[in-house]
């Protein structure tokens, strides 16, 4: 760069474009990061809603055929393995069955029982 009578310093200038568009690359990677970070949040919860949903009218199911409560859990959480969710808890209310299971970290709680 040369100097003008209107710089008063003759200051080298090469090279910013690098570290600008370095700069500029870093905070897309960072952003698409954090952006696939919440989409795999919002699939496990999704999936972890799909397994309690399923696993609550599987066990809501079998109470109403006559098995016990504790049977009906069983099949409740053989129905969320299936799913790949963990069956976190199990209860009867009357003749509804509630449950809570999780997926990779992510709650979901339903509830089924006879119409």
């Known amino acids: 760069m040369r100097c ?3 710089k008063t310093s003759c200051a080298n200038d090469e090279g910013y474009m690098t570290i600008a568009s370095a700069g500029v690359a870093s905070i897309l990677i ?3 990061v954090v952006l696939a970070w919440q989409a ?7 999936q972890a809603q799909v397994a309690a949903d399923v696993s609550a009218v599987a066990g809501a199911y079998a109470f109403a055929r ?3 409560p504790d049977a009906a859990c069983a099949t409740a959480k053989h129905t969320a393995e299936a799913n790949n ?9 009357g003749e509804d069955l509630t449950l ?3 997926v990779r970290g992510q709650e979901a709680h ?3 029982g006879p119409l």
Do not use: P
């Open 4 to 6: 003008s009578r209107w």
């Open 30 to 32: 960072s952003l698409l």
């Open 40 to 46: 795999g949040n919002l699939v496990a919860r999704e």
């Open 110 to 112: 339903a509830k089924a």
């Open 85 to 93: 969710a963990q069956l976190e808890n199990c209860a009867t209310e």
């Open 66 to 68: 006559g098995e016990l």
């Open 100 to 102: 809570t299971v999780t």
